[in-house]
């Protein structure tokens, strides 16, 4: 019998949970408490591919460049690059992490980290309205200074009073380097990593010569394209919640355990999910399941383990 | 007929010259000149894999993080991840001027990077004497209070008086992973950069656990190893002198373009190569002759297209 394909997303509290600051030791415990939770699906017999975010990791790089500029005069990396750094370091510490617990589980399995580019579309309307945040909050002064030295561009903070943050576009990812590589290497029993953060931004431009696009793609979205891409049954977003609710947090909440694509479409277009957090994980729920997936699931990682794991999208409602 | 396999490392002026401050162009463009140069071997029917230095990187990934810490209290990460980083950043960057390469030349091949755990033994005689400088230069008051907050050891700068920069240990590479995978891609005619900076350093653990190790390993000995590991039939070292010398820079200098397996290591153990610099080079290139490569090759980038290429060393004396 052919081993099922999942790709799990690890997000946010699955590294680094928000009241922390950040410390290695910190990222290495929460990632191991996370990666016990994957050896369920692994003696299900599953063939798995891990991506995850990087966003306290590479706010925090680009924070290092920015100081690194100020004290030394070192010259800051474009977002590209910045990502890819976060790749390299994000993704070897599950490497190294998962092969630990693998061991302590007496399981004998490969793991293997690809740095991985994502393209978007040079002429998505992202470009025209970015609307990421990224990196420190500058004052106005500041913020002038860096918009005409190095043409990035401001939005005014919310949270702090004559803050600025530098915005970025968001386009959709609309293909990902090194697919069958990904896939055959899942598909022989190697756990792979890859696309972390969303993948490395890049675009093709007229000459097809691959360019770096200045953008932060969206990680459930490259998630679950890398998902479909690669042919995968399943489809787990880890996050901080254990299940996918309506009416979120009001008198009249619900958990919805079993969904459909087109019950779940009707919540999205009425707003039950919020804008930059669970509403981009259900699009991407969606768009796995358009293309021809079995299932996605959204939970926490520690539901994986006792088997009732969180709510799970199928094309027709199923129990 | 077999393609034949060669490793080709990439270092120092390869990615970035000594004159240059590093922005991001500049190491695009060094990396483009570099690679467009690999289009003979290709031409000529290898497989590659792609190794490449990392020092001026990482030494401003650890300027940043100590500027981070000062200026923002961000936590700073030990040296495994740094070179992690570092790995994502610079690998990232050759697979997409490699691909650009490619493309203007109409070569239909593809480009993947590993994250590459090298392992070391955490016995090696290396941890009881650190010797690898990194980093910033620190007054003697902040390398006491670095010595006393972290546990790092400092020793005296030469260039600089006064000045003092952390050391860590500089252990011999034992173990790469992901060899068979590095090997397969490879083999299929996949260009693989992997074991960057002398890859993610880590030790296993009497409980057989991968631990990271807090030491820096020298990139053309972990080239080397990976060449041997896969069986590489070829093995080249990519540097600022297109030739080995032999009493260089003195009157009776003399230019070695084909050497021997035995002359080249009595002219290592005369004291011919600068230590820290073309010694761990010799080193790297007569270990791959040891292991049963065919030949070892020393040489700037451009040497390789005019097919002359530099200085050759084999098991026996070959023309």
Redesign the interface.
Known sequence: MKNKLAVVALGGNALLRGDQ????DEQEENTMLTLENLIFLINEGYNLVITHGNGPQVG??L??????E??????Q??V???V??????I???I??MF??VL??HGINK?V????T?VVVDGNDKAFSDPQKRIG?IYTKDEADRMHEKKGWQFREEVKVEGGFRRVVPSPVPVDI??IP?IRD?AMQG?IV?AAGGGG?P?YFDE????R?AEVVIDKDLASSLLASMIGADEFYILTDVPYIYINYKKPDEEIKEFLNYEDTLKYLNEGHFAKGSMAPKIEACLNFIKNGGKMSVITEAFKLADKKYGSKITMEYEK
């Open positions: 600051i950040g410390t290695i925090n790089i924070m290092r460049n920015d100081a690194g100020q004290m030394y005069n070192i010259a990396m474009p590209d690059i910045c890819a750094d976060s790749q390299g370091g993704g070897y510490m490497e190294r092969r630990n061991n302590r490969n293997i980290c690809i740095v580019q420190k380097m090194n590589i290497l190697n990593i490395v890049v000459k097809k010569d691959v770096p």
